[in-house]
Nanobody
């Protein structure tokens, strides 16, 4: 199995920066695309950013120019650098990854447990 663990969330003032990380562990054979989603109470989970193994990136329009997704394949880790944060960025942030566990024939989608990011003065 594959486990994803997020870290680095917290409280930050508007205009501030924060970096969240997500590390994959377990019996990993290969990791494909990795991404960050966010969710606020009463709303559906939404895509924030995604990155492929070859470093192709895609972002939600409202975070373009402020957020940067990156990955360290040697560490099985994906990062989300968030700059110029706004109160509307407040949410629980979840990472996910398409991963093939050792001994398995296909990729499956795994999710982290989520981490709170609060932007407030």
């Amino acid at each position: 199995q594959v486990q994803l663990v997020e870290s680095g969330g917290g409280l930050v003032q508007p205009g501030g920066s924060l970096r969240v990380s997500c590390s994959a562990s377990g019996s990993i054979f290969s990791i494909g695309s990795m991404g960050w989603y966010r969710q606020v109470p009463g709303k559906e989970r939404e895509l924030v950013a995604i990155i492929t193994p070859s470093d192709l990136r895609n972002y939600k329009d409202s975070v373009k120019g402020r957020f940067t997704i990156s990955r360290d394949n040697a560490k099985n880790t994906v990062y989300l650098q968030m700059n110029n944060l706004r109160p509307e960025d407040t949410a629980v942030y979840y990472c996910n990854a398409w991963a093939k566990a050792s001994g398995r024939d296909s990729y499956n989608l795994y999710w982290g447990q989520g981490i709170q990011v609060t932007v407030s003065s």
